[in-house]
């Protein structure tokens, strides 16, 4: 489904999506989503929504199809599964969705992780568009969405810009 020409007052609409199966049952609290909605907010997006499943590729890829084709989200960014575990498949699921990558974000951000830790060379984040959908993993800690949202932050408004059209450049 093709989504109608948004105006700049509701372009900026953003989904949160957390893959944890801990979180969905019901026994860890969902710290990353949580300081993404946050840290959207702070950035000037409107969290429109937000959902956690287990990790699952049917059930994230299915999220995440419904928010790119059924909605005006604009931009939708995942927290967790994206390690090297059996059930981190969230990449996996991102993959199956879009049409471009865009690999200069999820280089940018393991490369500021590493800064912090060894374990980012593990991390497996992809970041890609959908249609007028920017879609990006981040990891599932709560430290290292704080992290790696910084490094994306200085772009995302003109991602957004950029996926709905306004192709413009500034000063």
Known sequence: MKKE??????RYQAAVLTASDGVTAG???DKSGDALQR??????FTVSARAATPDDLVTLTD????????????LVLTTGGTGAGPRDVTPEATK???????????????????????FAMTSRQV?????????????????AVRECFA?????????????????EHRG
Request: hydrophobic share 40%.
């Open 127 to 143: 970041a890609g568009i959908a249609g007028d959908t920017i879609i990006i993993n981040l990891p599932g800690s709560e430290k």
């Open 27 to 29: 026994v860890r609290q």
């Open 96 to 118: 199956s969705i879009i049409t471009k990558e865009l690999p200069g974000v999820a280089e940018a951000m393991r490369m500021e992780s590493l800064r912090h830790t060894p």
């Open 151 to 167: 490094v994306i932050r200085p772009v995302l408004r003109h991602l957004v810009d950029l996926v709905c059209g306004d192709t």
């Open 39 to 44: 840290l959207l907010e702070e950035s000037g």
């Open 63 to 74: 999220t995440l199809r419904q928010w790119v084709n059924d909605s005006h989200i604009h």
């Open 5 to 10: 020409t948004v105006n700049l007052e509701n």
